[in-house]
């Protein structure tokens, strides 16, 4: 296959930026441009709730910069996109391409009823910095949601001594971590002063502007700060009418192609589509976001995938408890303790799966991916 004439990437963030960063290294010397919708410019998502909600010296040190790289920066958002005449719009005008790489990333997913005022959630710097403020003066706080981002912003209110609620239908982590961490999870953040509220359906934002949560149950709870952590949007609405994307985003194949001819799709926009017993499937983890944004370049180019276009590590951390992990989510059952103990907060964790695989976790240990990575492989070969 030639090389594409023209490269254009859709979404200036981490998925974004590795795309163009790669494709420059593997050889495109070709027109590329990069739309962005943020004025900013491209920075790094994961500080925003571990160190941006604390510490304003941090909104420096985010930017994920392009190194002066050969590329044509357009800050406009893409609003359609026609797949037959291989054209983009923005706001700004027209662009053609051989060659599209999707990286539009997600929003975050909203509770609020229409109309309804305040809802605070937490997936730009300019949300970060608008829950900062928010925190300095809160006494009280309903996080709703007990995922990662969920427990992450609950540790950001304990960090300031704000009693905090989290409340979800399933317990914290449970859907990524399983059971086993879930429970020692929730034990330590108790300590911590966040208290955890199982409900039995979903939860609705209450008062306008938002001040407080109902429950299917009756209970209603109100706090001086309500962060909404339920999930995130993938962008697509400037595909529409396309056929690329669906409810899960844009679906790829394991080369991130699409089932367009010439537009390739990296990062949180994307699911993977089912294979074989495997069903449609989103990761919408920073690992993922660079492994694809390669592996899209790659396919963009007509070339060999430089790696797998998938990276299963991932990393959270729940008041000041780093948790590290490789391999398949969710970890059934009881992990084997290779070194250390869970109830003494630092401890090297594995767990093996019936379909000959294992899950490397570091909790509240240093150490670094590439070691959990070996663990994960020699486990999984016992
Ligand atoms: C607060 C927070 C903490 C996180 N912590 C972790 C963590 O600890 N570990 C982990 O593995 N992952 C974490 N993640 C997830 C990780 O940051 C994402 O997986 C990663 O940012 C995905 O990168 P992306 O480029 O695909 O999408 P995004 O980062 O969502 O970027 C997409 C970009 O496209 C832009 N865009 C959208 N629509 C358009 C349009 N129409 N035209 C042009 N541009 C558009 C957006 O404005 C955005 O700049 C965290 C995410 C958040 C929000």
Redesign the pocket.
Known sequence: MTAARSVLV????????TAVRHLRALGHAGPLTL????EQG?Y???P???VVLKDPSADETLGLALDGLDVDVIRS???AADTDRRTVT?ADGRIGYDALIV??????RRLAAPGQRGELV???LED?RRLRARLADATSAIVVGAG??GM?VASACAARGIPVTVVDTDRPLERVLGAYLSAEITARAATHGIRFLQASGFATLTGDPVRGVALPDGTELTADLVVTCAG?VP?V??LEGTGLAGRLGVGIDHACATTVPGVFA????TYLRAQGTQPDRRA??????VAQ?RAAAASALGLPLPGPAHDD?????VTGLSVKVVGRLPLLGEPTAVQGSVADGRALLTWNHADGTSTAVAYGLRKPVAALRALAATSSSD
Not at 266 to 269: E, K
């Open positions: 859709v979404g200036e963030s981490l998925a974004g930026t739309v962005g919708a943020e491209a790094s998502r994961p925003l709730s571990k958002p893409a609003v923005t990286a539009t990333g997600a929003d975050a937490l997936r730009t970060a990662f981002l992450e995130e962008c609405d400037w990296a990062g949180d926009v919408p983890f920073w690992s993922n976001a944004g590590y991932f990393w959270t951390e």
